[in-house]
């Protein structure tokens, strides 16, 4: 048993004593790491240098578009939209004010005229100016990525309904992290980051979609995991391969407005 103890302890010291030479050594700088490497680093060999990052200029206000942000509404024109339910037509929602549009209850939803895979998304939304129904038909509207996954519009302001479905859900997949919904005479912000799902050469799902919301500057879905196509019945899955598609905008028979709506393709 003696021995035992005496050939690991030994072995122990050497190592303790080492390491407290070489964190000695380390000195000022104790988060640079042990030289492990087979010849000594130099600071400039971690360094990469090409090719530069590209430049972007930020808006001036923050929410505003930055210089390579495709500008899919900015209040004066619906050109880049065109109707759901005929693709071939122009969308068939309003402008106000020349500011922001309004959905037409019953005339269908509309979809960008442009295709889109993984982009970070900003748009502004505001609840119907006045407040009509309870739960899910109050200010009911949804962005769908890729035409299929829904990121939830509703007024969510003082109205209860299932968690899974209100203002910031994946609608019936993940509920918000919490409600950050502001009274419907308020406009809210959306800022997201939306990463594709990718399927292998058969088909079959590769990596599903994942989704990253802010609502209202507070982050409601984390690098969140969708778990396939947005249905109102049944569980959500991934029927078929598909490559980039249009975003559309959900006419739930709900007032609901919108303006400043850009993108940038990641
Ligand atoms: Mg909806």
Redesign the pocket.
């Known amino acids: 048993m003696k021995k035992v103890l005496f050939s690991y302890s030994i072995p122990l010291l050497c190592f303790t004593l080492c390491s407290c030479a070489v964190n000695a050594q380390r000195g000022a700088y104790p988060n640079t790491p042990p030289e492990v490497s087979p010849m000594p680093m130099k600071p400039e060999m971690t360094e990469i240098w090409e090719p530069e990052v590209v430049v972007v200029t930020p808006a001036k206000k923050l929410g505003d578009a930055p210089s390579d942000a495709i500008i899919l509404f900015d209040g004066s024109t619906m050109s880049n939209w065109v109707s759901q339910k005929d693709v071939n037509k122009a969308a068939p929602w309003e402008i106000i004010d020349n500011d922001y549009m309004q959905v037409v209850p019953e005339s269908g939803g509309i979809q960008t005229k442009m295709k889109f895979g993984d982009c970070q998304l900003h748009l502004e939304f505001s609840a119907p100016d006045v407040v009509e129904g309870n739960g899910?038909g109050r200010g009911?509207?949804?962005v769908f990525f890729q035409n299929r996954y829904?990121l939830?519009?509703?007024d969510s302001y003082n109205n209860r309904t299932y968690r899974n479905g209100q203002a910031g859900s994946i609608?019936k997949d993940h509920a918000p992290l919490v409600n950050a919904m502001k009274d419907p005479l308020s406009w809210n912000t959306y800022d997201v980051i939306y990463t594709a799902p990718r399927f292998k050469a058969d088909g079959r799902l590769d990596a599903p979609a994942r989704i990253t919301v802010l609502h209202n500057g507070v982050v409601v879905q984390n690098n969140t995991t969708i778990n396939g196509n947005t249905y109102y019945i049944g569980l959500h899955n991934y029927p078929e391969a598909h490559g980039e598609d249009v975003i559309s905008l959900?006419d739930?028979g709900n007032k609901t407005q919108y303006r400043n709506i850009w993108l940038r393709k990641l």
């Open positions: 899910q009911n509207s949804g829904e939830q519009i509703l609608y959900q739930h």
